[in-house]
Each structure stands twice: as structure tokens, then as C-alpha cells.
């Protein structure tokens, strides 16, 4: 079946800094993929939609500066999220539908947890 | 534009019994409908879907889900669960012509021994 790799699983960083959060899908191409925030014991956020070769579409209250956002090929998308602070610690998840299926599938990524200290 | 609505933020129930988690959502567009597990620090799993045909859609480890379109809802249910079923349960909506699912709040099932 359809596999995406989020990596890294988790990560410390100092507040000011920038991190990068790489998700693959491993068997199959991914013209979009989708990027969310989850807040402890809170649903998934979509933050922004990644498409292949071009910009990212972002959700409103998103801001598109510190969540950078690049599909440089069909089975790579990065989230960058610059000069993190505090407030940015979550938990960030991306997905990727495999149209192979036919049947609607997503396949989600096992998450990254994100702390900023 | 599509919303979810998961009634319960958490379900106590003991281990062997039923349980049902409450779904409702809205939408002006045809939709289709999923639930989704996730285990602590893990992303989300595929638990069942309705895209069309049979109202009731069952998954692999004993939940099934029915979809009325009349009440709107698409609630999940498993006969018997067990200590394993503990986890946090996504209500989502997506429309057929979106490449966007919308989540509910979540629901999580505590298995009382």
C-alpha cells in the first residue's frame, strides 16, 4: 500500500531558529500534498495545500513567511518553519493522496513533534 | 464548504462492550465521509471510508460506520472493543470534487478494564 515517510519524528530546536520537516512518499508519485497542525488534544489544522512545481496554497491565518513550503518533485515536499518560536511547538503531520487507488485514499505521515525552546 | 461535528470529546466504556462514536456533518455538495485512528505520537491511520454504494462501510478490525443522508451522520461503531481500541478517533468530510478533508475534533475512547 501507499507509504509516506515524515522525517524527522520529533525535534528540539532554540527559539530563533529555522526547521525542516521533509515528507516522501516512498511508492508512488504525489502531485499534492497536504500540510497540518495538531494542538495537544485538538484536531488536525490543514495549514496549506503543496503542489508540485508550483506555490503552495495556504489556509486563511496561515502565515506563508515562517511556514515555507516547497514540492520540488513528485514524491518531496519540505514545511521550513523559520525563526521558530515557543508557539510554534505542535505536532505537524502532512498526507499525500495516491491516485493510483482510484479510491480516494490519503495516507498520512507519522508526524513530526516539534518543540521550540 | 464542509464541517464535521463529533459530539463527544472523549467515550468511557468497559473493554468487551459496544460503543458508539457520534459523526454529523454538513455540506451543501455531495461528500465523502472517513474515519481516521491515531495512536499517541503517530500520525493518522485509515480506520473506513463511504465514497458510494452500501451505506455501511466495515473495517478490518470490527468498527463499521453507516452513512444517513437523511440525519447527516456517519457514526462509528464496533460491538465488543477492546483495551487495544484506545486511541483518538477523526471524524472527516471531503467533497467530491475537493482534494481537502476537513476533521472533526476527535473523539477519544478510553477502555475501561
Known amino acids: 500500500g501507499a507509504v509516506v515517510s515524515q522525517h524527522p519524528s520529533w525535534v528540539i530546536c532554540k527559539s530563533g531558529t529555522s526547521v525542516k520537516i521533509e515528507c516522501r512518499s516512498l511508492d508512488f508519485q504525489a502531485t499534492t500534498m497536504f500540510w497540518y497542525r495538531q494542538f495537544p488534544k485538538q484536531s488536525l489544522m490543514l495549514m496549506a495545500t503543496s503542489n508540485e512545481g508550483s506555490k503552495a496554497t495556504y489556509e486563511q491565518g496561515v502565515e506563508k513567511d515562517k511556514f515555507l513550503i516547497n514540492h520540488a518533485s513528485l514524491t518531496l515536499s519540505t514545511l521550513t518553519v523559520t525563526s521558530a518560536h515557543p508557539e510554534d511547538s505542535s505536532f505537524y503531520i502532512c498526507?499525500?493522496?495516491?491516485?493510483?487507488?482510484?479510491?480516494?485514499?490519503?495516507?498520512f505521515g507519522s508526524g513530526t513533534r516539534l518543540t521550540v525552546v | 464548504a464542509q464541517s464535521v461535528t463529533q459530539l463527544d470529546s472523549q467515550v468511557p466504556v468497559f473493554e468487551e462492550a459496544p460503543v458508539e462514536l457520534r459523526c454529523n456533518y454538513s455540506s451543501s455538495v455531495s461528500v465523502y465521509l472517513f474515519w481516521y485512528v491515531q495512536y499517541p505520537n503517530q500520525g493518522l491511520q485509515l480506520l473506513l471510508k463511504?465514497?458510494?454504494?452500501?451505506?455501511l462501510v466495515e473495517s478490518i478490525n470490527g468498527f463499521e460506520a453507516e452513512f444517513n443522508k437523511s440525519q447527516t451522520s456517519f457514526h462509528l461503531r464496533k460491538p465488543s472493543v477492546h483495551i487495544s481500541d484506545t486511541a483518538e478517533y477523526f471524524c472527516a468530510v471531503s467533497g467530491r470534487t475537493d482534494d481537502k478533508i476537513i476533521f472533526g475534533k476527535g473523539t477519544r475512547l478510553h477502555i475501561l478494564p
Open positions: 498526507s499525500a493522496r495516491d491516485w493510483r487507488t482510484g479510491n480516494y485514499g490519503y495516507t
Open positions: 463511504y465514497l458510494s454504494g452500501s451505506t
